[in-house]
């Protein structure tokens, strides 16, 4: 999920790691998220070569490393709820509802996913 708030659900972006493609669905701004008619248009492209190949490692570390780490640690965010999910031929991992609970690599493929769609 990307560019959570503590007012309007998050946005996400699901990304085919092979091509690059994506799609992303865009946060409604503020006051428009309260609007049951408005719709986020999607968002289809093609990642660049950089793009897809920072994304590619940062996702390779986050699947070597895992997406939960113990002892989870506690943070307070009144952003909304994040979660990762990555599928895989033959993995498929989903991070924990705990933002403290994330792996470092989970967050950091979070950033870079953020830093590119964000």
Known sequence: M????????????YVDLQ???????????????????????????????????RLRKAVAKAVASGLR?????IIISNGGPRQLVITLPGYSATTPEDLGCWSKEAGELHD??????G
Not at 69 to 73: A, G, I, N, Q, V
Not at 112 to 117: N, Q
Request: hydrophobic residues 30%.
């Open 2 to 13: 990307l560019d959570e708030n503590e007012w309007c659900p998050a946005g996400s972006v």
């Open 19 to 53: 091509t690059g493609e994506f799609m992303l669905h865009p946060r409604l701004q503020r006051p428009n998220c309260y609007d049951a008619s408005s719709v986020a248009e999607i968002e289809k492209g093609k990642l660049g070569s950089d793009d897809l190949d």
């Open 69 to 73: 780490r113990k002892p989870c640690s």
């Open 112 to 117: 870079e996913l953020f830093g590119i769609f």
